[in-house]
């Protein structure tokens, strides 16, 4: 079982530091679900629940040592967020993610990014780099704080943010969209250290070669920025993959070595002669 455990922060001693005390209040469902949803989300993310696993309601409510309502609302959040999918009779199932879905996505990001960017790089205003200098900052501070949710907004607030001048209307839209559906790509494929130092590295170059004037480096960066965040991806399905194969190798043999111990021992018959016979 797990139990979670909130503190506030101690700072009525002006002579010693600030302390973390438990906190004593019961808390409302909504701060419980709060902090179910970041627990749920760390677990899938990190794979302790893997793709097209089944995450039942009362199970987790046992763990979490809550009611079964927390539970349900976090379930919905995540849902919202695209870490899972709620299904009739089947209740809440993790997301799974396929090569052809994330190909399909990031081939129409790398064709059709590169070209908005071309055209709304050398129409940024000076107001324009200070909005987006603050996206990145806001995007630096969430990876600070961990706050899962808002990486995947932040991402496309930036991206959407770099081609606000590209005059093409309906390309704009095909974009807001696929940057809506990466959305859960990004947070997946960031849940990592080096992805997460990788993306403050490249937003900032990337955001310096257009300051700079260098619309066309700027686009070439740009696809290979999309790209890695492919080939990360690709690499974590992978992975994913080889460790539901493993599962299943250790399962097969845990049930093989079981029915070997059970199984009945060959019965001994004894013979007109006395001899014993098998």
Known sequence: KRELIFYTIDTSSPNDPPRLLPLKT??????LSAAIVEQLRRDILD?????GEQLRQDALAASFQVSRIPVREALFQLEAEGLVLIAPHKGAIVSAFSLEE???????????????????APLLTAQDYAEISALDAAFA??????????????????????YRHARQPRTLAIVTSLLQTSDRFTRLQMNRAPALDRAEREHRHLLRLCSQGKV?????YLEA????????LHALLKRD?????????????????VGKTSA???????????AASS
């Not at 920025?225 to 990360?232: G, S, Y």
């Not at 009945?264 to 006395?274: I, L, N």
């Open 241 to 257: 993959a080889q460790a539901r194969t493993t599962r299943r190798q250790a399962s097969s043999e845990r049930r093989a070595r």
């Open 141 to 162: 501070s969430a990876i600070a704080a961990q706050d899962v949710a808002q990486w995947g907004q932040l991402n496309a607030r930036f991206h959407l943010a770099l």
């Open 264 to 274: 009945p021992s060959p019965t001994r018959r004894v013979g007109s002669g006395g």
């Open 102 to 120: 994330i190909d399909d996505v990031f081939d129409l990001r790398v064709l059709l990014e590169p070209r908005m960017l071309a055209q709304s």
């Open 216 to 220: 066309p480096q700027a686009c070439e």
């Open 225 to 232: 920025h999309i790209e890695k965040v492919r080939q990360d």
């Open 26 to 31: 019961r808390l409302g469902h909504r701060t």
């Open 47 to 51: 794979g302790t629940y893997a793709a």
